[in-house]
Each structure stands twice: as C-alpha cells, then as structure tokens.
C-alpha cells in the first residue's frame, strides 16, 4: 500500500479546493508559573512568549495549501485586531485571505489558551458566534457562484458558529447539482447537509454516537483500544443514511478510524498511540487530506490510508499544526508509522514475505524499534466479514501483524481433497489488501509452529472456538513469554457455511 500512498502526493498537485467554513484564529500565551495569585487560588503565568496560527476552517485551508492543493477560503471574520492577526498569520502560511470578508459589526472568532510548564491552563474564546447578516450572506454565496465551478473539491468546515446559514447552504446544494463536486463535510450538524449530495462526512466518536443515539463508552468500560471501533461497526448503513453520504469516516482518537462506504466492509485505519495532550487540529488535517485524496480518483480505502497518515503526522506535534507535504512524504517513506523518540530506521519491505531470513530480519528490525508484534495463523480460503473483523481486531492488538497463511497442500490435508477453493496466491493478494495487514508469509507444515519460533510475537492470536489448553502453539508461545489471545469469531460467518450456501442456491 506504501508505493500507492506516495504516488498520491504528485496526484493531489495544485488540485484546487474551496474551504468554507469559521475561520478563527488559535492564541498561545506561553509561559511559566511559579506563585498563585493573591486575589484568587489560581495561578499567575509570566508570558514571554506569543503564538498565532489559523484555526478552524482557516487551518483547513492551510493543510491543503502545505499539502500542495490550492485553496480559496470563504469565511466572515470581523474588522479588529484579531483579524489582523489571523490574515498575517494565514499570509504566511500561503494562503490568499482575499475572498474573506471583513464585517465591522462583527468580531473575529479567537481561541486563546494560556501555557505554563506545557500545560495549558485556561481557554479564553472571543468573537461572534450569531448568524451572519443577509447582505454578507449574499456576498458570500456570490464569492461562493464564482469560484464553485472552477474548483476539484469542497470542504465544508462548519463549527456551527453562524457561517454556514440555510441559505449558504441551500446555495451550496444547488451548485453541487449543477456542477457535482467531491465534497465533504465536517460539521456538528452533519443532518443539515443530507440534501446535498454528500461525498464524505467525518464524525468524531462522540459525534457519531449522538447521531445513532447510543451511549459513549466510558474510560473504564475502554480497555481495550478496539471497544468503539466494535461498538460503531455494526451501524455502518445506518450512518450512511442518516447523513446522505457515500462514505462516513468517524475519527476515534487513539484507536485510528473506521470508515463506512455501502457495499463495502468497513475499512479500519490505525495510529500510533502518544502522549501528546497539545495537540489541535489533527481533524482538520485527517479531512484535508482525504478530500485531497478523493480529488484524486483514489479508492477509499486508499484515501483513508492517506489521510490517517497526514493525521499521525500531526499529532507528534503541539499546538494547533499542519501537516507539509514533505513531512507526510518522509512518513510514508518509511514501512509502518515511525513512533517518537525511536531512531532505528524501518526498511520498505513487501507484504507476501517468501524468505524466512528476510521474516527475522524485519522481526529483529520492529523489535529493536520497540513494536508489539501480533501473529496469527489461518487457511482463509474464502475472505469474508468474520475474518476482516478478526484480523482487524488482532491488529488492534499491537503494531505490527504477520499473518501465517496456510499453503494450498495444508489446506488438502487439514479440510480434504475439494479444498482450497481459491489458490495460496490469490489467498495471500486478497489478504495483502486489508489495511491492517503488514506482513503475510506461507507455511506448509499443519501447525505454524516453526514459524512461531522464527517470529516470537508479542501476542498470538487464535479464534474463540480454541481453547489455550487445546491449541498446539500455545506451550510454544509460552516459552519466550509471549501471550495468547481468544478472539470471537462473529456469529454465522465461515467459509464452510459459505460454501453450503452456493450448493444449496444452485
């Protein structure tokens, strides 16, 4: 999947995108504390030290820009100070500030957070947050007219902050009849653009579970990174419906994303877990890059693999940050997600391993970089919805999964003569498809036994229908202290039913 990633940075070259949204400028007063105030119990901040940046929509319309797409940026900011700030601040960044317009009754929309010691103390937000007046509202949608035609996508980045009216966006569903667009849409509102012909829409967890009606999943209840993205799966139609899109991206923090598209499985991105609390706007850099992606013509599945890379490249940083292309290029230079603070260099190596030396070469090379490797095991005769939800889960187990694939002679003895029914190569190439596949190798021994002993997993992972005292690996495992993981298999999903299915169809 890396080669295919790359090439889409020259593909999103000069794409031309219309932001739309409230552009807002993000403040940081850092600092240092040492005394509380006498007034009252809280701390006094020395600042020596003053940061502004875009926000909101405005830090959209940069992360195109940094990613190589060319951006026009609608927005309604006022006429003070703040707008000063946040034109020099977007001017530096590369991004036109001619199509904003300045309203002298209004103030511009700011988010100023307080530092002392890396950690912020307080949030002060300022600006106008009622709708926008009708005259501006006509010049916007005549900027809107104008530009609407000449561009490759639009992002709708609606904080709900009085931008985005019923008629901005009636006027958006009409030049989106007239002349279809890749559009997606970011908003607490995601239902007042179900009219619109929808390309994208990306939630965040809670976001999605207030859509669906269903209660969030507490801290103590979310042990295990994968919970939400279980919780979330089965209502993928669902979505798909109640936002009009073609494809719902919900964004789950540490756990990645699941995406929904019909007539698909849901695809799962991953992400490396991190102790950075400052970061902001990594959402915003997740949907600039997908919108830019699907500019491009790329899969979804492809597209989300691109635009949770962009958003892992942020969330290393602090602050309200951006994600350059150069920076995104030198991520995906690399085979998996470079972790912070672990310098041993990751080479680029296929997903079909046929060497057992190169296998322990990588194995040596992830371990000393501090990866948990996850194995696991199995024929996968026939892919289907069990096995993408088993492996998606195994995967969210660690950082790294290599999977033993069973060679067409083990199938024969272990299932009989009429299996498999599709070859090992084409096994290995459907599975080499799945993003949360990193390595594949074919063994054709009964048991991966000799294959376990070569990779020595972190974790070794077997359906629920075993038992540790009846699976032959697992003393094995137990030997170099690795441990052994039962995941459930879902319901009525095997290829043996499968099969039966289409005997008993014809």
Request: proline share 6%; with cysteine.
């Amino acid at each position: 999947m890396k080669p295919d990633l790359l090439k889409l940075l020259d593909k999103i070259a000069n794409l031309h995108v219309i932001v739309i949204g409230e552009a807002m400028l993000d403040g940081y007063l850092e600092g240092f504390s040492d005394r509380l105030c006498p007034e009252a119990p809280v701390p006094v901040v020395t600042v020596n030290n003053r940061v502004y940046v875009p926000g909101g929509a405005a830090n959209t319309a940069v992360n195109i820009a940094r990613l190589g797409g060319q951006v026009t940026l609608l927005s309604v900011i006022g006429d003070d100070t703040e707008s000063l700030q946040l034109n020099r601040a977007l001017s530096e960044q590369g991004v036109s500030t001619t199509d904003l317009i300045a309203h002298p009754a209004r103030e511009t929309l700011a988010k100023q957070r307080a530092i002392a010691s890396s950690q912020i103390l307080l949030r002060i937000d300022t600006g106008t947050t009622t709708a926008i007046d009708r005259d501006t509202e006509q010049a916007l949608i005549a900027k809107l007219q104008l530009i609407f035609p000449k561009c490759q996508a639009v992002i709708i980045s609606d904080y709900g902050y009085g931008i985005l009216t019923a008629k901005v966006i009636d006027a958006i569903a009409q030049l989106q009849q007239q002349h279809p667009r890749i559009l997606v849409v970011d908003s607490k509102n995601l239902t007042a653009y179900r009219h619109l012909n929808v390309t994208a829409v990306k939630p965040n967890y809670e976001q999605t579970t207030q859509l669906l009606k269903i209660p969030s999943c507490t801290p103590i209840q979310n042990q295990e990174r994968i919970l939400r993205a279980e919780q979330i799966a089965p209502y993928g139609e669902k979505l798909l419906d109640i936002t009009g899109a073609k494809i719902v991206a919900v964004t789950l923090d540490a756990e990645g994303s699941i995406i929904f598209q019909r007539d698909s499985p849901p695809h799962r991105t991953y992400t490396q877990p991190t102790t950075q609390s400052r970061t902001t706007g990594a959402g915003d850099t997740y949907t600039s890059a997908l919108t830019l992606a699907l500019a491009a013509s790329a899969a979804t599945p492809l597209a989300a693999d691109f635009a949770a890379s962009a958003a892992a490249v942020v969330v290393r940083n602090e602050g309200t940050t951006t994600c350059s292309l150069e920076e995104l290029r030198l991520f995906l230079s690399s085979l998996s997600p470079p972790i912070p603070n672990r310098q041993y260099p990751i080479p680029i190596a296929p997903k079909n391993i046929t060497d057992s030396n190169q296998l322990i070469t990588l194995v040596t090379i992830y371990r000393k970089a501090g990866y948990k490797i996850v194995f696991t095991n199995g024929c996968f005769d026939i892919l289907h919805a069990g096995h993408v939800s088993y492996l998606n889960r195994a995967k969210a187990l660690g950082d790294i999964l290599i999977i033993g694939v069973n060679s067409d002679n083990s199938i024969r003895r272990i299932k009989g003569e009429k299996r498999p029914i599709n070859s090992l190569e084409d096994r290995i190439q459907v599975l080499g498809g799945l993003g949360c596949v990193d390595h594949l190798i074919a063994f054709d021994k009964d048991t991966p036994i000799n294959l376990i002993r070569l990779v020595q997993p972190d974790i070794y992972v077997k359906g629920g229908d075993y038992t540790i005292e009846t699976l032959p690996e697992a003393p094995v495992i137990q030997q170099f202290g690795g441990i052994v993981k039962l995941l459930p298999f879902l319901e009525n999903r095997s290829t043996t039913q499968i099969i039966k299915k289409i005997i008993q169809n014809h």
